[in-house]
């Protein structure tokens, strides 16, 4: 079975950057699915952040990352990349892996997770 694992968070002062790694193992990573990221702080719903389609690379963005957050994949690593740049305190966030089947920003579409990795920017 095909698990999830994330890496790269950490904490950085506003203005910095950081690459996280979303690494599927155990598995194949089907073309039909579609890997996204999302973020949630506690208290608050879980947000969507980006997606790529696994096949075809059809990008989304969230309009508040919109600009300064880039997806990327590599099919033959079976890992996608979320690279944050000119992140701000707003952007502190648990940051989450997700596959799924469906092009969605919603959440419960998606069916794996992976553990999640912590992003904190200090003003």
């Known amino acids: 079975q095909v698990q999830l694992a994330e890496s790269g968070g950490g904490s950085v002062q506003a203005g910095g950057s950081l690459r996280l790694s979303c690494v599927a193992s155990?598995?194949?990573?089907?073309?039909?699915?579609?890997m996204g990221w999302f973020r949630q702080v506690p208290g608050k719903e879980r947000e969507f952040v980006a997606l790529?389609?696994?096949?075809?690379?059809?990008?989304l963005y969230a309009d508040s990352v919109k600009g300064r957050f880039t997806i990327s994949k590599d099919n033959t690593q079976n890992t996608v990349w979320l690279h944050m740049d000119a992140l701000k305190p707003e952007d502190t966030a648990v940051y989450s892996c997700?596959?799924?089947?469906?092009?969605?920003?919603?959440?419960?579409?998606?069916?794996?997770w992976g553990q999640g990795t912590q992003v904190t920017v200090a003003s």
């Open positions: 997700a596959r799924g089947s469906q092009y969605s920003t919603n959440p419960q579409s998606y069916y794996q």
């Open positions: 790529i389609r696994w096949h075809s690379g059809s990008i």
């Open positions: 155990g598995g194949r990573v089907y073309s039909s699915s579609v």
